[in-house]
């Protein structure tokens, strides 16, 4: 998954050729889509996100800059979209539905006590990080879940560094608190 990689990929769809943007789809689905789910708390609506954002993302194929990752480009646009849809629909009815969710802890020979464990231990960490407002859940997705730097998040959300490591800064703060009073957790 390299920068060279995607690149030579983007040449093949600028020429035409079908199989480079399905090889995008397929290697960034699955995080553009986690990603949109955690922005927008619904998988219907962060399925539309995604889908909006890869076409948005192929017709602006020969306007991206091969200087950066494709990927920062690519969630640039998602983010975008997520911020476009929370402008139109409410927060406050956006629901989350926690079936859409699911956990599969990895296959080990650790015992079923060990895994109902760690899977607790997600969803509370899950529901930690939803609780936080957007700007600093999406800062920390992409930080921590999306594993991007300071400047890629900067790119990606069009604010100053200092802004993200001050987000990073106040969304970790948020959470300390808000797991030593487990009751502030809105679920």
Not at 40 to 65: P, Q
Not at 136 to 141: A, I, N, S
Not at 172 to 185: D, G, L, V
Request: proline content about 4%.
């Amino acid at each position: 998954m390299t920068k060279n990689n995607d690149y030579s990929l983007i040449q093949a769809c600028l020429r035409g050729e079908a199989f480079g943007f399905e090889e995008l789809l397929n290697r960034y689905k699955n995080r553009i889509f986690s990603f949109a789910m955690r922005m927008v708390k619904n998988s219907e609506d962060a399925e539309d996100i995604a889908h909006e954002a890869f076409i948005k993302a192929f017709r602006s194929l020969n306007s991206y800059n091969s200087d950066y990752p494709f990927i920062t480009w690519l969630f640039k646009i998602t983010h975008n979209k997520c911020l476009d849809f929370l402008r139109v629909k409410k927060p406050n009815i956006i629901s989350f539905d926690d079936d859409n969710v699911h956990f599969e802890p990895e296959d080990t020979n650790d015992s079923p006590e060990k895994a109902l464990n760690l899977k607790i231990e997600y969803e509370e960490a899950e529901n930690l990080l939803m609780s936080l407002p957007l700007l600093y859940r999406e800062t920390l997705l992409l930080q921590y879940r999306e594993d991007m730097t300071c400047k890629q998040i900067s790119e990606i959300m069009g604010i100053p560094e200092g802004t993200v490591k001050i987000r990073l800064f106040r969304g970790k703060a948020m959470i300390k608190e808000r797991f030593k009073t487990p009751e502030n957790i809105t679920r």
